[in-house]
């Protein structure tokens, strides 16, 4: 039998293979989340994250079919990212309960100055926002907020069982607390391009938390 005959290799670089639906996607959401956590969604132009995705205009109502489908899609890409960064503290064993919550009190305040504090959280800039944005955020917005609630207080159940906090703490109700002033320090610490407002209430939460803990 012959032998099939190969077709002669061709010189130089292969040739480039288009971009798949997923990657162009991918980039649509880590440009827009760049910007929005930046300049929050009323201000932010969809030319500017297109050209940061480095997507044609014409291309991107391939993959959404508006600017507030967009913005939808981006509330749930940051939540479910935020939600990760948070499980990494709060479930990390290695630390006791409110160990677990100074350490991504921490790490958010290196994240701020990792970003010169020009980004903020997304979730509480469009809660700023939502006067001016389609009312079909309030909902997402509110899961969301609810979502990382849920997570603290299963954290600061974890610090009741360890009586690092009083038996009778209910730690639903200190969770959104916690997220209502964070927010709050979040804002005042961009204004004032310092981790002082974070630092501080994080420190004061600690120590309310804690107070009448057995000894």
């Not at 012959?2 to 292969?14: K, Q």
């Not at 990760?84 to 479930?91: E, I, N, P, Q, V």
Request: glycine share 8%; charged share 25%.
């Amino acid at each position: 039998m012959d032998a099939v005959s190969s077709p002669p290799r061709r010189r130089g670089r292969p040739p480039r293979q288009p971009d798949s639906l997923a990657d162009t996607r991918e980039r649509l959401l880590r440009a827009g989340l760049e910007v929005l956590t930046e300049k929050g969604f009323s201000v932010a132009g969809l030319d500017e994250i297109l050209r940061s995705a480095r997507v044609p205009k014409g291309s991107f109502y391939h993959y959404y079919a508006s600017k507030e489908a967009f913005g939808a899609a981006l509330i749930d890409r940051y939540g479910a990212y935020f939600a990760a960064r948070l499980d990494r503290h709060f479930d990390n064993a290695a630390l006791a309960p409110l160990a677990r919550l100074q350490a991504f009190v921490d790490d958010a305040c290196a994240g701020m100055r990792r970003f010169d504090f020009r980004r903020g959280c997304l979730i509480g800039k469009l809660g700023q926002e939502m006067n001016t944005l389609p009312e079909a955020f309030r909902a997402r917005l509110i899961a969301t907020f609810g979502d990382w609630q849920a997570r603290l207080a299963r954290c600061l159940a974890a610090a009741r069982e360890a009586g690092e906090i009083p038996p009778a703490t209910d730690c639903e109700r200190l969770a959104a607390f916690f997220w209502t002033g964070w927010e709050g320090a979040v804002l005042r610490a961009g204004l004032e391009r310092s981790t002082v407002p974070l630092q501080d209430f994080a420190t004061h939460f600690l120590a309310c938390a804690a107070a009448r803990a057995p000894a």
